[in-house]
């Protein structure tokens, strides 16, 4: 099946926090919003057909979530080069949640708790606000959006008693997909000083060629053990609103102890519709993934030749991993405010303020461009109007 991704979906007035939620986060709802990560294409038919067979079963019942469920998760993983164990998966009511779990689960008040910024900024919070405390290694922007780990700081961070690393792979929002030699170095040094990795893969159906994901916890069983690796179909297959995500890990330790604080919060039941819609997400994802990817390739192409053209004072570099681009404004000579400012007040675009996700983000916007083309050729029209106008 051919599924198009130009077909314009309406989603103002759906109670869609993408679109209807512009007025109380930016201050106006007049925007084209291209901010939290959510896709603007239709959910896939094999799942919506899914959830309307259950529907057609009348009674909403406790759920109990059967063994196709695991085992689509762990096919699901072997198709892209992982062998996981169904006994080590642990359901979770979304990763950030998980992460939160993780956080209460695995270390103590005031543990130190290490990230590289920019990053998604959830990561900050869920060490924040459980009292823990947050140690930052900044990555390193080569100058052109290229963006590795400084492992000489991050080694020096980890020395000084760091217990746990919140690692994202893919990295939300500069869009890298790490290499195995990247992976293998932070893996040594995080079992060097004995620091347990938590490792947020979510965006990791989300790969461009020539780049490939690779699952930390794949690369040895050592990182396994040392490892607890959250997945979700909600970004690949724009289910966020259905809540269900899957926590692995082969440490039989680690797994007990977080199952255990799932249970004992009782929030491991989730909802009979995201065990329907994750279970046919990952048995029948494939080829619309294909898809969407070629889709959202052309995106990237569209929005850097955009640019390159019309706007070449904003600088960006193709993602490797994720729909959303790192845009360097620091070309238009404004300070960070002022950028989020003119990209709402003149451009009339809701994007993510780089600052959000940690100062080395001062002067970046984040751009999500898993929406249909022409929304997107507005959106690009619309800045470079702005710029215009700005340039008198
Ligand atoms: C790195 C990362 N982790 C987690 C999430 C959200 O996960 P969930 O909706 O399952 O809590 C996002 C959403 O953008 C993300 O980018």
Not at 171 to 189: A, F, I, M, Q
Not at 289 to 300: A, V
Not at 324 to 337: A, I, Q, R
Request: proline letters at 4%; glycine letters at 6%; hydrophobic letters at 40%.
């Amino acid at each position: 099946m051919v599924y198009n991704f130009d077909e314009l979906v309406e989603r103002k007035n759906t109670d869609c926090e993408k679109w209807d939620n512009c007025r109380e986060r930016f201050g106006r709802d007049d925007l084209l919003p291209l901010w939290v990560a959510d896709m603007d294409f239709k959910t896939p038919d094999f799942i919506i057909d899914a959830l309307k067979r259950r529907l057609e079963h009348e009674v909403l019942g406790y759920p109990v979530r059967p063994a196709s469920f695991y085992s689509a998760v762990k096919n699901w993983l072997h198709r892209r080069g992982w062998e996981t164990d169904t006994q080590r998966m642990c359901f979770s009511p979304g990763v950030v949640p998980a992460i939160n779990f993780a956080v209460n689960a695995f270390t103590d008040a005031g543990d130190k708790i290490l990230i590289n910024t920019p990053v998604y900024h959830p990561f900050m919070h869920a060490v924040n606000n459980h009292g823990r405390t947050l140690v930052k290694s900044s990555l390193v922007n080569s100058g052109d959006g290229h963006y590795t780990v400084d492992f000489d700081d991050f080694e020096k961070k980890l020395a000084d008693g760091v217990k746990m690393y919140i690692m994202c792979s893919p990295h939300n929002p500069v869009g890298r997909v790490w290499t195995l030699d990247e992976l293998k170095k932070t893996g040594e040094l995080c079992l060097k000083y004995n620091v347990l990795v938590i490792s947020d893969e979510i965006h990791s159906d989300l790969i461009f060629k020539p780049h490939r994901h690779i699952y930390f916890a794949s690369i040895s069983e050592e990182f396994a053990r040392q490892t607890v690796t959250f997945i979700a179909p909600s970004k690949t297959f724009n289910i966020a609103g259905l809540s269900s995500s899957i926590v692995y890990s082969d440490n039989i330790v680690l797994h007990e102890k977080f199952k255990k604080f799932v249970n004992n919060l009782s929030v491991s039941a989730g909802t009979v519709f995201g065990d329907i819609a994750l279970e046919a997400a990952y048995t029948h994802g494939d080829n619309w993934l294909g898809q969407l990817l070629e889709y959202i390739d052309g995106n990237f192409e569209y929005v850097m030749d955009y640019l390159d053209r019309y706007i070449p004072c904003i600088k960006t570099r193709k993602p490797e991993g994720t729909y959303m681009m790192w845009l360097d404004c620091s070309g238009l000579n404004m300070t960070s405010s002022q950028i989020h400012e003119f990209m709402v007040s003149k451009a009339g675009l809701a994007v993510n303020p780089g600052r959000l996700f940690g100062s080395e983000g001062e002067l970046f916007v984040r751009l999500n461009v898993a929406t249909q083309r022409a929304v997107l050729m507005k959106a690009m029209d619309n800045l470079r109007n702005a710029i215009k106008q700005k340039n008198g």
